[in-house]
């Protein structure tokens, strides 16, 4: 394998993670083993790749390997994105292989993992719109719950970077959000001042 080649298996790959393609395998089987879900291809791609813990073209290989070998099975039937489950086999090399994984690897790919599934969660309780107006951007700001809505707010925003910035922020904790205004509009300083100093310390 030449210079070029060897780059492109092993780019994007934090110090301590996986280059070896046997340990990929048994880390995807340790991953649906301990998620205990069925998991899509991107799925399990987001968590790998968040924590550099093996490239993309490795990945992409061992789960072809491991739909031949019978160690995950595809349940999409073909309608949409591939969605994997663990076979028996894949259980049973999940638990008996997975001290292979270094530890820091394991304990990383499941805080990766709990990451990405609160998120969805958060996206899906909390939605944000973004739309185009003719002077600027529109951004909808919604926190549901039962019965009616904790927040409904629309914002002027200039840029549709600002619109992004605020996203982000929104929906890495959106009660933040209901604190802050609640406390504004109530007058209450000191919630506010504590919002700023939390804030601040992130």
């Given at each position: 394998?030449?210079?070029?080649?060897?780059?492109?298996?092993?780019a994007g790959?934090?110090?301590?993670?996986?280059?070896?393609?046997?340990?990929i395998?048994?880390?995807?089987?340790?991953i649906l083993?301990?998620?205990?879900?069925?998991?899509t291809?991107?799925?399990?791609?987001?968590i790998?790749?968040?924590?550099g813990?093996?490239?993309?073209f490795?990945?992409?290989?061992?789960i072809?390997?491991l739909?031949?070998?019978?160690?995950?099975?595809d349940?999409s039937q073909?309608?949409?994105?591939q969605?994997?489950?663990?076979?028996?086999?894949?259980?049973?090399?999940?638990?008996?292989?997975?001290k292979n994984?270094?530890?820091?690897?394991?304990?990383?790919?499941m805080r990766?993992?709990?990451?990405?599934?609160?998120?969805q969660?958060i996206?899906?309780?909390?939605?944000?719109?973004?739309?185009?107006?003719?002077?600027g951007?529109r951004?909808?700001?919604?926190?549901?719950d039962?019965g009616s809505?904790?927040?409904n707010?629309?914002?002027?925003?200039?840029?549709?970077?600002?619109?992004?910035?605020?996203k982000?922020?929104?929906?890495?904790?959106?009660?933040i959000?209901?604190?802050?205004?609640?406390a504004?509009?109530?007058?209450?300083e000191?919630?506010?001042h504590?919002i700023l100093?939390?804030t601040?310390?992130?």
């Open positions: 394998m030449n210079r070029l080649q060897n780059n492109a298996f092993t790959i934090d110090p301590g993670g996986l280059t070896n393609d046997y340990e395998k048994i880390l995807v089987c340790y083993e301990k998620i205990k879900r069925h998991m291809f991107s799925e399990i791609n987001y790998l790749q968040s924590e813990l093996a490239n993309y490795e990945y992409a290989e061992a072809s390997e739909l031949s070998s019978g160690h995950i099975v349940i073909g309608e949409g994105e969605r994997f489950r663990l076979s028996d086999l894949g259980v049973k090399t999940a638990r008996t292989f997975e994984i270094p530890l820091s690897v394991r304990e990383k790919s990766a993992a709990e990451e990405y599934y609160l998120r969660r996206e899906k309780e909390n939605q944000v719109k973004i739309e185009k107006v003719s002077d951007y951004l909808s700001l919604c926190i549901s039962i809505d904790l927040l707010l629309s914002l002027f925003v200039p840029t549709e970077k600002e619109c992004e910035q605020i982000k922020r929104f929906l890495c904790d959106p009660t959000f209901y604190r802050g205004i609640i504004l509009v109530t007058g209450d000191h919630t506010v504590t100093q939390e601040l310390e992130e």
